[in-house]
């Protein structure tokens, strides 16, 4: 097991040394990339189309709003759809090298990770430049990105696996991912969910991450206790629930990529 661990953090080295290889710029793209998506949103939302919220007195209100959810949603969504495609994609290796299927999960899980946590830092950095009060609690942004890091993970394994059997499903999953993006307040406020689809909320996991992050930012409000609790059941049942697919249809996978 502590092999496989090792072998996968390797993976993720490899992928972070191969997603920007050949480009003029090379890792700054760790960097610009989250800027560049901080720098739109705060600007074009919050200054552009004059979108501004009332419930906190700086005049990026928006965008402080915006930027957590936005980048959690990135992250989520990216290890998703990642790790959808993942066996197909690494079937060659797989065939190859003598380790299990998971390592190279785990390695792309790992590099996701890794931008997350560069792109919610840059966040934060964002609200140092506007003058958003930083608190001792946002030291729970880390619990709760690891946390929704693990769902992500639970959710990705299991439609991995049955990809291979559905091929449809290769172009099936990024559909919903949109659709539930949208169904997600992001973008929006909650209240316009509340108040007409309120079971859109409730039977919503990710809003639940989401929504610590958006406390976090804009009012310094740290996870009651109660969202502890369901983050924790989502990210660990979901997990539970991959291992259990994982172990019953890996053998199987394995003959037919």
């Given at each position: 097991m502590k092999h496989n661990i090792l072998l996968a953090f390797d993976f993720a080295k490899r992928e972070l040394k191969a997603k920007y290889v050949g480009t003029s710029i090379g890792q700054f793209w760790y960097l610009l990339s989250p800027l560049i998506m901080i720098f739109i949103y705060s600007v074009i939302f919050s200054d552009f189309m004059k979108m501004k919220l009332d419930i906190v007195d700086n005049s990026y209100a928006y965008s402080i709003y915006l930027i957590p959810g936005l980048l959690?949603?990135?992250?989520?969504?990216?290890?998703?759809?990642?790790?959808?495609?993942?066996?197909?994609?690494?079937?060659?290796?797989?065939?190859?090298?003598?380790?299990p299927?998971?390592?190279?999960?785990?390695?792309?899980?790992?590099?996701?990770?890794?931008?997350?946590?560069?792109?919610?830092?840059?966040?934060?950095?964002?609200?140092?430049?506007?003058?958003?009060?930083?608190?001792?609690?946002?030291?729970?942004?880390?619990?709760?990105?690891?946390?929704?890091?693990?769902?992500?993970?639970?959710?990705?394994?299991?439609f991995s696996l049955f990809t291979p059997f559905f091929k449809d499903l290769k172009e099936i999953i990024p559909i919903i991912i949109q659709l539930w993006f949208w169904m997600t307040p992001i973008i929006y406020l909650n209240t316009m969910l509340q108040n007409k689809y309120p079971?859109?909320?409730?039977?919503?996991?990710?809003?639940y991450f989401i929504e610590v992050y958006q406390n976090i930012f804009l009012f310094a409000k740290p996870p009651s206790i109660d969202k502890i609790l369901i983050v924790l059941l989502l990210s660990f049942t979901t997990l539970f629930i991959a291992i259990y697919f994982y172990k019953k249809m890996v053998s199987t996978i394995k003959d037919i990529i």
């Open positions: 959690a949603w990135t992250s989520f969504s990216t290890i998703v759809m990642r790790l959808n495609n993942s066996f197909l994609e690494k079937a060659n290796l797989i065939k190859k090298i003598n380790v299927m998971y390592s190279f999960q785990l390695g792309i899980v790992l590099s996701e990770l890794f931008m997350f946590f560069i792109s919610m830092l840059l966040g934060v950095i964002f609200l140092v430049i506007v003058k958003q009060p930083i608190t001792v609690e946002f030291l729970w942004l880390p619990i709760i990105m690891v946390l929704q890091t693990i769902f992500a993970f639970g959710i990705g394994v299991i079971k859109l909320l409730i039977y919503n996991p990710i809003y």
